[in-house]
């Protein structure tokens, strides 16, 4: 009976120490993600005209190697998209991973070194996509090579989408995952871009996780009038009463609106910041409409993102009129990018502008654009932010704010389908954007050592929210 036992005993512990996951050599691991990461940046998949081929044949060739089951879905010839999957015990719901594999396009006079060079100078590694989106590809791939060899058991399906055609042209990336291989990517939860840990003069300031979006939408203003001769002027000249249609729409407050994300966002800035800037973020979040109005109008000059959050917002970026110096021209136009806050009525939103603008010499008129739905906020009550606020204290020892993004993600398309997706990324210089590194800049470039910190960080975020008791 006593030898019977000590045979399970130790049949059992053998077979737990097989099951176990295995330590990380994360020294190694560093080597083989800057391998990676070089390799996805060197190659060039702007979009337009959009070619993610290499990348995505890259990808399929990592992930093939290691034995993690992998597809490639294609709408449209050259535009891929990989899902890989690795497989949990299906007790609880998928979690998926996604980064675009696309980027805006470049200007290569203006970049010091090579857009697509990768090239790694003064602890920075610098090339077009660095942290929009390869960061995340490369992130979301190392952790999915990572829980395979580690042998964690997983409790859910960890996911990983590569996606094409984010920057612009939806229908070949998430509309066509969305509308035609749902199944391949749904998920309880989703990882995806738009977050950051900003950093200023070296020290992070706090944790960004995009919980919310505005939704992109485009007006067309076009001014009517009489041609003439230059020499005469006339009041009823086109581009004086666009410019004036312009302005209006330009200066217009329109209502303030705020949500669980912007609401929890200024609440925790404020415990954070010194007490005049804390004062004003109490004010927005506050019962008195007239210094939350007081504060959106001192941060339309001092910081505009926190005004846009609040809001939805225009910004005139497109004028056309006239074609020679003489002559009045008898039409003009200009093309507003408006930002619409989640649930604000198009309807609506086009009646009160056009009260705005006031002139029936002025037709107001959406015009079409790559235009994400319309969604909530991601809740912040569930499992994974709470896996985040964990990690983020642990990683970078501070505070996680759910962010509104004034910008768009391909997370809209997901939340549409009832998945709670959030935006997390790497630490960042708040001194870059300004000196031209950022995102869509003339240049672009991540700090190595916050990328293998991400790489780590995301892994981890990943591993505990995925792994079997």
């Known amino acids: 009976m006593k030898t019977s036992i000590a045979g399970f005993l130790l049949i059992s512990t053998a077979g737990l120490i097989a099951q176990a996951p295995a330590a990380i050599d994360w020294a190694r691991v560093e080597g083989e993600t800057l391998q990676h990461f070089q390799a996805v940046v060197r190659l060039d998949t702007t979009d337009p005209p959009g070619n993610e081929r290499p990348a995505a044949e890259y990808l399929k060739q990592v992930l093939d190697r290691e034995g993690i089951p992998t597809r490639v879905f294609e709408s449209e010839p ?71 060899r580690s042998n964690v058991p997983l409790a859910r399906d960890v996911i990983f989408l590569a996606e094409a055609g984010e920057e612009g042209t939806t229908r070949v990336g998430i509309q066509f995952m969305v509308k035609q291989h749902f199944a391949e990517i749904e998920a309880e939860y989703c990882l995806a871009e738009g977050g950051s840990v900003p950093r200023s003069g070296g020290s992070v300031r706090f944790a960004s996780v995009e919980t919310a979006e505005k939704i992109p939408r485009a007006i067309q203003l076009t001014a009517v009038g009489v041609a003439g001769h230059g020499s005469v002027p006339l009041e009823t000249n086109s581009v004086l009463t666009l410019s004036r249609a312009i302005t209006a729409a330009a200066t217009w407050k329109a209502p303030i609106q705020l949500s669980d994300t912007t609401r929890t966002y200024f609440t925790r800035l404020a415990a954070i910041s010194p007490p005049a800037e804390a004062a004003r973020y109490r004010a927005v979040v506050g019962n008195d409409p007239k210094a939350a109005q007081d504060a959106v109008d001192h941060f339309a000059k001092s910081d505009p993102r926190f005004a846009s959050m609040l809001r939805s917002s225009i910004s005139p970026t497109i004028i056309q009129g006239g074609y020679r110096v003489n002559v009045i021209p008898s039409e003009a136009k200009a093309t507003l990018d408006v930002r619409l806050m989640s649930g604000q009525d198009p309807d609506a939103f086009i009646v009160e502008l056009r009260k705005v603008i006031n002139d029936p010499a002025v037709r107001v008129a959406w015009i079409p654009r790559d235009v994400r739905p319309s969604t909530p906020s991601a809740r912040l009550d569930t499992e994974v932010f709470k896996v985040l606020e964990s990690a983020y204290a642990r990683f970078y020892d501070t505070t996680v704010l759910p962010t509104l993004s004034t910008g768009a993600t391909d997370m809209s398309y997901l939340r549409e389908k009832g998945v709670q997706c959030y935006g997390v990324g790497p630490a960042l210089d708040e001194e870059d954007g300004p000196k031209g590194f950022g995102a869509h800049s003339d240049q672009e470039r991540i700090l190595e050592t916050e990328l293998h910190k991400f790489v780590r960080f995301h892994y981890e975020v990943a591993r505990d929210l995925a792994r079997a008791n």
Do not use: Q
Request: aromatic share 8%; proline share 6%; no cysteine.
């Open 78 to 148: 050259n535009r891929l998209n990989v899902v890989a999957r690795l497989k949990g015990n299906g007790s609880k719901r998928p979690l998926l991973m996604m980064g675009h594999t696309d980027t805006v396009n470049v200007d290569p006079a203006k970049w010091t070194f090579p857009p697509f060079s990768a090239t790694r100078d003064g602890g920075y590694i610098y090339g077009r996509g660095t942290v929009d989106d390869k960061d995340n590809v490369t992130a979301a791939l190392m952790t999915m090579l990572l829980l395979k």
